[in-house]
């Protein structure tokens, strides 16, 4: 199975250097297309995306849990855009939702 980033230019190219395959996205319905066709094609086991898109990504990640589908594996990494710590939130409130007590970290 092969990894893949989805982002800008300046994104994927970093992945690109150590051999994934990079995926050029300019703005958040751009990624969602890409995504989908990635899923669907099912030959990545890694999605590498920048971490200011786990928002627009949660929909497709919460169908995909539900069906029971284990890949492919998304990972967040911050950006340029100094955009961080979302997937930590994301987790901490799934978290809080499981236990029933609101965590803080």
Partial sequence: MKVASIGDNMFIKMFELIGAVGYKAEDEEELKKILAQLIKEKKYAIIVLPERYVEATREIREKLAREGEY??????????????????????????????????L
């Avoid at 855009?81 to 803080?104: H, N, P, W």
């Fill in 71 to 104: 890949f492919p594996l998304f990972a967040f990494l911050p950006d340029h855009t100094g955009i961080k710590d979302r997937r930590i939130e994301e987790l901490k409130r799934l978290i809080s939702l499981a236990v029933g007590v609101e965590l803080k």
